[in-house]
C-alpha cells in the first residue's frame, strides 16, 4: 500500500461510517470469517480507492429487486484489511468500536498439537477470547433498538 494523506484517510473513515461495515462471523466448525467492505453505487469512487489500498471490487446484486441501483462492493481480507482500519480508526465516529474489536481478534495457533497440553490449553484460551469477541460483533451489528 503506498503512502496516503491523512485527508484521504480521513475520507475514508467518512466513507466507511455512513456505507462500510466489518464483520467477524462464525464458520461451521472452528474458522471464522472476517471482512471489512464499503458499498456503494458510484464504482469510479470505490475504484480509485481499491487501487490506492489493494483492496478488490465486485459486483454486487441484489436478488429479486427492481427497486434497488447497481451496487459496488470493495473488500479487505487479512492484513490489508488491519492496515485499513489501523489508518481509519483515528477518524471514524460511528464503527469505532467494531474498528477496535477486529484489531483485537487474535490468531490462533497452527498445526498439530505436538507440544502437548500447553498449545492445547493456549488456543482454548484464543478461542474463548475470539468467541467473546464475536458476540460482541454479533450485538454491536444487530439491527433495530439495541
Not at 461451521?28 to 453505487?41: A, C, D, L, P, S
Not at 469512487?45 to 489500498?53: F, G, Y
Not at 485499513?84 to 483515528?90: A, D, E, F, R, S
Request: glycine content about 6%; proline content about 3%; hydrophobic content about 30%.
Amino acid at each position: 500500500m503506498k503512502k496516503l494523506s491523512r485527508y484521504f484517510w480521513a475520507y475514508l473513515a467518512g466513507l466507511f461510517d455512513g456505507e462500510g461495515s466489518v464483520r467477524i462471523k462464525r464458520r461451521k466448525g472452528r474458522n471464522y470469517y472476517k471482512e471489512v467492505k464499503i458499498t456503494n453505487t458510484f464504482k469510479p469512487v470505490l475504484n480509485m480507492i481499491a487501487k490506492s489500498t489493494k483492496g478488490f471490487v465486485k459486483k454486487h446484486t441484489w436478488k429479486n429487486s427492481l427497486k434497488h441501483k447497481q451496487s459496488y462492493i470493495v473488500r479487505w481480507f487479512g492484513e490489508n484489511a488491519k492496515k485499513i482500519l489501523i489508518n481509519i480508526l483515528p477518524y471514524l465516529k460511528i464503527k469505532k468500536k467494531q474498528g477496535e474489536l477486529y484489531l483485537k481478534f487474535p490468531k490462533r495457533n497452527s498445526g498439530k498439537f505436538r507440544y502437548g497440553n500447553e498449545r492445547f490449553l493456549k488456543n482454548l484460551e484464543i478461542k474463548k477470547l475470539q468467541d467473546k469477541i464475536c458476540d460482541e460483533f454479533s450485538r454491536l451489528n444487530r439491527k433495530g433498538p439495541k
